[in-house]
Nanobody, 131 residues
Framework: QLQLVESGGGLVQPGGSLRLSCAAS????????VGWFRQAPGKEREGISC????????LYADVAKGRFIISRDNVKTTVYLQINSLKPEDTGVYYC????????????????????????WGQGTQVTVSS
C-alpha cells in the first residue's frame, strides 16, 4: 500500500517561503498523480495543485496561481510544493494525496475531486504563517 509522508512545514513570517515535501515509501511516484490539499482552521479543505508524475504536467487552483509551484523528483520518489510570499491565510495543514495514473484516467479525470475520494493520504504537515 502506498504510504506518503509530508514534511517541511513550520512557523514562518509573512512574506517567507517554504518547500513542502511528499515522500513515497517503497514506491516510485512516476506512475502516480499527486495532489496537494490544505485544511485551514474553520474552513473546508481545498485543493492547491496536482501533478502528473509521469509527464510532469501540472494544474493549479486559482488560489495557488503565482505563489505555489509543484514539482516532482521521481528518482527520489518525492513531490514538492514550493510556497512563496506566504500569507497568514496560507496557514493550515497541508496534505499530499496520490492515486495511480490509470485510476486518474491518465490525467483526464478532475484531480481536485477524484484524488480526495480515491487517493492515498499522507498525515499532513502544519504550516503557520504569523509574525
Amino acid at each position: 500500500q502506498l504510504q506518503l509522508v509530508e514534511s517541511g512545514g513550520g512557523l514562518v513570517q509573512p512574506g517567507g517561503s517554504l518547500r513542502l515535501s511528499c515522500a513515497a515509501s517503497g514506491f516510485s511516484l512516476a506512475s502516480y498523480y499527486v495532489g496537494w490539499f490544505r485544511q485551514a482552521p474553520g474552513k473546508e479543505r481545498e485543493g492547491i495543485s496536482c501533478i502528473n508524475s509521469g509527464d510532469g504536467s501540472t494544474l493549479y487552483a486559482d488560489v495557488a496561481k503565482g505563489r505555489f509551484i509543484i514539482s516532482r523528483d521521481n528518482v527520489k520518489t518525492t513531490v514538492y510544493l514550493q510556497i512563496n510570499s506566504l500569507k497568514p491565510e496560507d496557514t493550515g495543514v497541508y496534505y499530499c494525496v496520490a492515486l495511480a495514473l490509470e485510476a486518474m484516467g491518465w490525467g483526464k479525470r478532475p484531480c481536485f475531486s477524484v484524488l480526495p475520494r480515491q487517493g492515498s493520504w499522507g498525515q499532513g504537515t502544519q504550516v503557520t504563517v504569523s509574525s
